[in-house]
């Protein structure tokens, strides 16, 4: 079954670009990251889809219901939690009473056992919330009606180490017992630890929906050898074999070698066999194979010359500049 499903789906603010076109689907059950920089479009998206805003034009649906057809959506989200990238709440209340208000309008089946993982300071006003505390309530409030579907935007925002692995963990939980997850983010070691597959979005559009296996079996690995001969930059001149480096300073002569040690660094996307035996022709002291990580594998739909020459036409067309990408913590999402 599907979950969230989209088809051409694409919102303009005046002349400006929200999103275009977007065409994905969600699986029930399934854990979706939503990846991009800040301003790519992410929030507008999920605000779309929850019938905050109507689409310019195509079509999606949430749980079924079409996004446009309010009486519907409305019954849907019954079964929706929701965590914004900015919680707002009135700063005057405790987190007791907007705990007590939220369960008297969606219900509460779960804060007891959340607030044991997340540990918002229920009696103090919102107001004297450190910002980990808010997300905290929040993440709380999303859940507490044990809803089919979490749509979140940027959820470990504000969190600190501890709890954001906590989350992850509760993710992956849910995940088990049946939950689907739609989430937005541009930290990428989350998406790596709970997302089963990822949509990729720039400047509005989208780019790559695959697992996150997938792309990084894509990226190839960083191999670094260890020999005892002396080699040239083209030893290792095999189909799949990019970003070669000897002796650690791009050369091979007696002043890169270091007791008579080479090292030798590639990346590799091709077959093990051909690679093994050139590997073996030569005086192999050690042999390293490691994943690549996942913020290569994302720089590869931003890199830097298509991003200037989509800036340019951004400007155009009135948008804002692109922000950078953030392999770490967050700052919001436009």
Known sequence: MVAIRTDELTKYYGD????????????????????????AGKTTAIRTLLGFQSPTRGTATVLGADVTDAAALREARARVGY????????????????????????????????????????????????????????????????????????????????????????????????????????????????????????DGRLVEVASVDSLLDRSGK???????????????????????????????DAADREDG?????????????????RVLEHDLRDLTIEEAPLEDVFMRFYDEGQATADDAGRATEGAPPRDGVDTGREADDA
């Not at 929200?18 to 991009?36: C, D, I």
């Not at 919102?126 to 935007?153: C, E, K, T, W």
């Not at 040690?261 to 035996?277: H, K, N, W």
């Open 16 to 39: 400006v670009r929200g999103v275009e076109a977007l065409s994905f689907s969600v699986e029930e059950g399934e854990v979706f990251g939503f990846l991009g920089p800040n301003g």
């Open 222 to 252: 960083h191999v670094r050898l260890t020999l005892g001969d002396s080699v040239d930059d083209g030893a290792f001149d095999l189909e799949g074999v990019h970003d070669v480096t000897v002796g650690g300073r791009g050369g091979a």
């Open 83 to 202: 965590l914004p990238s900015e919680p707002a709440f009135d700063d005057r209340v405790t987190g007791r009473r907007l705990l007590a208000y939220h369960g008297a309008l969606r219900g509460d089946v779960r804060s007891d056992e959340l607030l044991e993982m997340f540990e918002p300071p229920l009696d103090r006003p919102v107001g004297d919330y450190s910002r980990g505390n808010r997300q905290m309530l929040a993440i709380v409030l999303a859940f507490m009606h044990d809803p089919d579907l979490l749509i979140m935007d940027e959820p470990t925002s504000g969190l600190d180490p501890l709890k954001q692995e906590t989350f992850h963990e509760f993710v992956r939980t849910e995940r088990e017992r049946g939950t689907t997850f739609f989430f937005s983010s541009h930290v990428l070691s989350e998406v790596r630890k709970v997302c089963d597959r990822v949509g990729i979005i720039r």
């Open 261 to 277: 040690v080479t090292t030798v660094s590639f990346t590799y996307t091709g077959a093990y066999e051909p690679l093994l035996r």
